[in-house]
């Protein structure tokens, strides 16, 4: 299984960024998908995640109101960022579990005037 990120870039504040994951395996496979991202000296930190059996979606309390997190039918997981924050500025990794952890490489977002 592979999960590959996409769609990181330089952006100003206040700007939009669409974060994609393509999976190798149907996104309804894992148990729960999900974003994390890591600051420069920070810990890795939960931004969202979804389950697989039903609607039940997680936002951490600094992106709620401004991430969306989606899935398609197929085996893709978006995360659809506004407003950005110089704060929102890290790696961000894309995470599924299927009785095993997988993690993607990372995409670099960086918020900046």
């Known amino acids: 299984v592979q999960l590959v990120e996409s769609g990181g870039g330089l952006v100003k504040p206040g700007e939009s960024l669409r974060l994609s994951c393509a999976a190798t395996?149907?996104?309804?496979?894992?148990?729960?998908m999900a974003w994390y991202r890591q600051a420069p000296g920070k810990q890795r930190e939960l931004v969202a995640s979804?389950?697989?059996?039903?609607?039940?979606i997680y936002y951490s309390d600094s992106v709620k109101g401004r991430f969306t997190i989606s899935r398609d039918m197929a085996k893709n997981l978006y995360l659809q960022m506004n407003s950005l924050e110089p704060e929102d500025t890290a790696i961000y990794y894309c995470?599924?579990?299927?009785?095993?952890?997988?993690w993607g490489q990372g995409t670099q977002v960086t918020v900046s005037s």
């Open positions: 995470y599924g579990h299927r009785g095993v952890a997988y």
């Open positions: 395996e149907s996104v309804f496979s894992f148990k729960v």
């Open positions: 979804i389950a697989a059996g039903g609607p039940n």
